[in-house]
C-alpha cells in the first residue's frame, strides 16, 4: 500500500512518454519513481526467494543475461529480469514500474539482472546479490569512465557484495586482480581453453607480470563458425551460438557456469544446452531483420572493441554496408583505435556522429557515397542501392543510431527480435 | 594521380602499442596519409628511446591509460625529453602531456576539482583547435614546448583540424630536410577539399565558432 501512489505517477509518466513518443522513453518514468520513492528498489529485489543475481562488466553483459534468464526459465524459475536498454539505476526502476502490480510487488522466485558496471557499485551498496556474475574490463565510455583502472575498482566494490557465488572470467587479468581479494571458496571461473585466442577479446592490459590463471569450471573448448563446445562441470554443451564470435561464446560459458551456481542440484545440462540452442539473438547483435521483403542483419557496436569484434567477425566482403554512429558515442576518438580491415566497402555513413564517422573511414581507404546525420534520408538511400549479389545488406550501428533505425522502421520493443 | 617521390618522411611513435587509449595514433595515419598525398614517402617507427627518438622527423606520444603509462615510466625517464623535443616536431597528448609537465618540461599539473569531458578549443597562435578534452588537469587545450604540440584535446586532432595538420606535415617535411610542395598536387587539393568538409560538419556539430579552412596555394 506503501508505494501505490508512487507506482501510480510513474504509471502516469510511463503513459505520457508513450504517447509522445511509442516504443521509446522508459527512462523518465523511472527517474519519477526513483525520485519519489527511492527505497522501492530494495525491497523488490530482497524479496526473491531464490535471490538476486547480478551481471555486469565491461561487454557481453545482455547476451549472458537473457542466457542466464532463459536456462532458469526452461528449469521452471519464475525469473524477474531488465531489458538491455534499463541497465542503470532509473532502468530498475522503470522495470519495477513494469512489472509489479499497483502495490509495488512483482512476481517472481529469483531477479537476474543485468547492471551496468558504472552503476553497479552504487545501486548494490542497497542490495545483498546471491550471485555476482563480471564479464570483463575493456577499454569502453572512456568519457565517463576516465580510465580502465577506474572500471576495475568500480566492479571490485560490486565482487564485494556477493554472498554466495563470484563468477569471472579468468582470462581477464584486471579480474584476476579483483579476485586476489575475495574469498577462494566464492570463487567461479569461465574462460577459453585456446589461451593463443585471449588477446583478441580486447582486455583492458594491465601491463603487470600476469597472475596465474585460475582453473575454469565452464570452458569454451572449441568454436567453428557458430557451433560451440563448452565444458561445463565435466560435462559437453554444443550448440549454434545465436551470434557470431569467440566472445559470445564466453558469454555462453559465463551463462551456463552462472546458472549451475543458480540452480544448484536441479541444473540439468542437457536442458541448458536445448535452452541455448534455441535462443535468438540479442537484440542487434547478428539479428536479421526483414524490411520491404528484404533481409537485413543488424550489428549493434557500443565500444572500441566490440567494434572491432563484431567488424572482424562480419562475413568476409559484404557489398553493401550502412555505419551508423549516433549521439550515444559522446567522444567519437575512440573510433580510431578500431581497424576496419575486415569490410570491404562501406557505402552510406549517418547518424548524429557522422562526419566523425566519415573522416575515420576515408583514412581508412572507405569512400561513402553519402555522408550524412539524416538517418531516414540515408536508410532510405541504402535501401534503394542494387541488391548485393554474394552476401546480405548489414548495418552496423551505435546503441542510439539503432534505437532510432527500430523506431523508424516500426520495431517498437527493444526485445522484438527476429529470426 | 601519383606523384614521383619528394623524399622520405620518418613518423615515430613513442610507445605506439601502449599510448592508443583514446584512439591518439590516428594522428599519425592522418599525417603519414597528408604527407603521402602530397608526393612524399613515409615510413613510420617505433620509438623507445631518445636515439630512435631524434631519427624521427616528426613524433606522436599519445594519451596512455594509468597501467600503461605506469609500465613505461622508467623508460620515458632515460629519454632526454629536452633534446627530444628541440631536435623533432611532434605532438603530445593527454597524459603524454601531463608526463612532460612533471618533468618539468611545462608548467606543472595542478588539478581542478571537476573533471571536463567535452569538446573544447583552443588557440595555437592563429590557429583554432578543436577536440576533446576529458581531464581534471588545469594544462592549457594546446601549447607549444620547443617543436612539440602538447595538447589535451585527444583522438584524431590532427585530422579534423586540416590547418594544424598542414602545420605538422610541414614541420615534419622541414625536419626531414626536405622542402614541401610549393604548389599543391591535385591529389593533395583533393584530399584537402575533402578534410575541409568533413572537418565543417564536425565543427559545425560540437561547437559554435567558425571553422576556418585549410587553403593551399
Known amino acids: ?419 | 594521380m601519383t606523384t614521383s617521390s619528394k623524399g622520405r618522411v620518418v613518423l615515430g611513435s613513442v610507445f605506439g602499442n601502449r599510448l592508443n587509449l583514446n584512439g591518439d595514433q590516428g594522428n599519425l595515419l592522418a599525417l603519414k596519409k597528408y604527407l603521402e598525398v602530397a608526393g612524399f614517402e613515409v615510413e613510420v617507427i617505433a620509438v623507445g628511446d631518445t636515439s630512435a627518438a631524434v631519427n624521427a622527423h616528426f613524433l606522436l606520444f599519445g594519451h596512455g591509460s594509468q597501467a600503461a603509462m605506469n609500465s613505461i615510466d622508467a623508460r620515458l625517464e632515460k629519454m632526454d625529453w629536452q633534446v627530444v623535443t628541440a631536435a623533432v616536431p611532434g605532438l603530445a597528448v593527454g597524459s603524454a602531456v601531463e608526463w612532460l609537465a612533471a618533468t618539468n618540461l611545462l608548467a606543472p599539473v595542478k588539478r581542478r576539482a571537476e573533471r571536463v569531458s567535452k569538446f573544447e578549443t583552443g588557440e595555437l597562435g592563429n590557429l583554432r583547435v578543436l577536440g576533446y578534452r576529458n581531464s581534471d588537469s588545469d594544462l592549457p587545450n594546446i601549447q607549444m614546448h620547443n617543436q612539440f604540440i602538447a595538447t589535451m584535446l585527444h583522438g584524431p586532432v590532427l585530422a579534423k583540424n586540416p590547418r594544424l595538420l598542414h602545420k605538422a606535415a610541414q614541420a615534419a617535411v622541414k625536419c626531414a630536410g626536405l622542402e614541401f610542395p610549393k604548389v599543391a598536387p591535385e591529389t593533395l587539393s583533393a584530399w584537402v577539399e575533402q578534410l575541409n568538409q568533413i572537418s565543417e560538419r564536425i565543427w559545425a556539430l560540437e561547437t559554435d565558432e567558425t571553422f576556418v579552412k585549410l587553403e593551399l596555394v
Open chain 1, 1 to 419: 500500500m506503501r508505494y501505490l501512489p508512487a507506482i501510480v505517477v510513474g504509471r502516469l509518466a510511463r503513459f505520457g512518454v508513450r504517447l509522445i513518443r511509442p516504443g521509446g522513453g522508459s527512462a523518465l518514468p523511472g527517474l519519477v519513481l526513483s525520485k519519489i520513492a527511492p527505497g522501492i528498489l530494495k525491497q523488490t529485489f530482497s524479496r526473491f526467494t531464490d535471490g538476486l543475481v547480478i551481471i555486469t562488466g565491461s561487454a557481453g553483459k545482455s547476451t549472458t543475461t537473457k542466457m542466464v534468464v532463459a536456462i532458469a526459465r526452461a528449469h521452471g524459475a519464475e525469473v524477474f529480469t531488465n531489458p538491455s536498454t534499463a541497465n542503470i539505476k532509473q532502468g530498475f526502476y522503470s522495470s519495477i514500474l513494469e512489472r509489479s502490480n499497483l502495490f509495488g510487488r512483482v512476481k517472481g522466485t529469483v531477479a537476474i539482472l543485468e547492471m551496468d558496471e558504472g552503476h553497479a557499485a552504487e545501486i548494490v551498496r542497497d542490495l545483498t546479490p546471491r550471485i555476482v556474475t563480471v564479464m570483463n574490463v575493456v577499454e569502453d565510455q572512456l568519457d565517463r569512465f576516465i580510465d580502465p583502472a577506474l572500471v576495475r575498482d568500480k566492479l571490485a566494490l560490486v565482487a564485494q557484495a556477493a554472498t554466495e557465488h563470484l563468477i569471472m572470467n579468468a582470462d581477464d587479468q584486471n579480474l584476476l586482480q579483483i579476485a586476489a581479494s575475495r574469498p577462494r571458496a566464492l570463487q567461479h571461473w569461465f574462460g577459453v581453453a585456446d589461451k593463443t585466442q585471449v588477446a583478441s577479446l580486447g582486455y583492458a592490459p594491465t601491463y603487470l607480470p600476469p597472475l596465474e590463471v585460475p582453473n575454469c569450471t565452464s570452458t569454451v573448448l572449441e568454436l567453428k563458425n557458430r557451433k560451440v563446445r563448452i565444458a561445463s562441470h565435466g560435462k559437453m554443451v554444443d550448440f549454434e551460438l545465436p551470434s557470431r564470435g569467440l566472445h559470445f561464446a564466453l558469454d555462453a560459458a559465463a551463462a551456463l557456469e552462472t546458472a549451475k551456481q543458480l540452480l544448484g542440484g536441479r541444473f540439468d545440462v542437457k536442458l541448458a544446452q536445448e535452452t541455448l540452442a534455441s535462443l535468438p539473438p540479442v537484440f542487434a547483435r547478428g539479428e536479421i531483420v526483414t524490411i520491404n521483403g528484404v533481409e537485413v542483419e543488424f550489428t549493434l557496436v557500443q565500444n572500441p572493441i566490440s567494434t572491432q569484434l563484431n567488424i572482424d567477425n562480419l562475413p568476409s566482403g559484404l557489398e553493401r554496408v550502412l555505419f551508423a554512429i549516433g549521439r550515444d558515442v559522446h567522444d567519437p576518438s575512440w573510433l580510431w583505435t578500431v581497424e576496419p580491415k575486415n569490410l570491404q566497402t562501406v557505402d552510406v555513413v549517418t547518424g548524429f556522429n557522422a562526419a566523425e564517422a566519415e573522416l575515420w573511414l576515408r583514412h581508412h581507404g572507405f569512400n561513402p557515397s553519402l555522408a550524412t546525420d539524416d538517418l531516414a534520408l540515408a536508410f532510405e538511400y541504402w535501401m534503394a542501392l542494387p541488391e548485393p549479389t554474394n552476401s546480405m545488406r548489414t548495418v552496423v550501428f551505435s546503441a542510439d543510431a539503432m534505437r532510432r533505425i527500430r523506431r523508424m522502421l516500426g520495431f517498437t520493443s527493444p526485445d522484438e527480435v527476429q529470426r
